[in-house]
T-cell receptor, first 112, second 115 residues
């Protein structure tokens, strides 16, 4: 079973709306990361949140982490057509570990 | 920095042929990862190296797959013999613990089609 599972699998919204994606995981983590993948390209790192952090911002991105519920959410505010992509969460299980466990991703479509 | 470089970008080969994928990680990164992505199975970690040493190859599907990292700036993933079910996009990624985190930087991928 997946360590990280995103929800929903697919999301379609209008440009300008906010998009929220969720990630749940099963075991204790050191940090959780979100990545974006545009069609036909490699994944791009967006943001990292450590296990002792609850919220982090980067531009129009807001990430929350609830370690008691083993879940994280990624909020993209004021969405743009260019935000259309797949979004993956990835967890690092132990401190210092370079290996990440990726979820299956959420496919986000922003309609103009 | 040029980022992670992969070659070739596209490979079409016939079943039974040997396929070699190449990766040049970001200079100074000490960890290198090979992933495979398909619609059915998503993104799968095949193998990763720390300081050129294979650490975890539990994701390598079978003996037909092998990976090497002869030095800090080059790695190969070889499939011999290739099969149609190996068709996928193969990504290489690198990261550096020295940078303070474990964010991974992905290459553009190699799209492999085995007919």
């Amino acid at each position: 079973s997946q360590q990280g599972e995103e929800d929903p699998q697919a999301l379609s919204i209008q440009e300008g709306e906010n998009a929220t994606m969720n990630c749940s995981y099963k075991t204790s983590i050191n940090n959780l990361q979100w990545y974006r993948q545009n069609s036909g390209r490699g994944l791009v790192h967006l943001i990292l949140i450590r296990s002792n952090e609850r919220e982090k911002h980067s531009g129009r991105l807001r990430v929350t982490l609830d370690t008691s519920k083993k879940s994280s959410s990624l909020l993209i505010t004021a969405s743009r057509a260019a935000d259309t992509a797949s979004y993956f969460c990835a967890t690092a299980l132990i401190q210092g570990a370079q290996k990440l466990v990726f979820g299956q991703g959420t496919r986000l479509t922003i309609n103009p | 920095d040029a980022g992670v470089i992969q070659s070739p970008r596209h490979e079409v080969t016939e079943m039974g042929q040997e396929v070699t994928l190449r990766c040049k990680p970001i200079s100074g990164h000490n960890s290198l990862f090979w992933y495979r992505q398909t619609m059915m199975r998503g993104l799968e970690l095949l193998i990763y190296f720390n300081n050129n040493v294979p650490i975890d190859d539990s994701g390598m599907p079978e003996d037909r797959f092998s990976a090497k990292m002869p030095n800090a700036s080059f790695s190969t993933l070889k499939i011999q013999p290739s099969e149609p079910r190996d068709s996928a996009v193969y990504f290489c990624a690198s990261s550096s613990r020295l940078a303070g985190g474990n964010e991974q930087y992905f290459g553009p991928g190699t799209r492999l089609t085995v007919t």
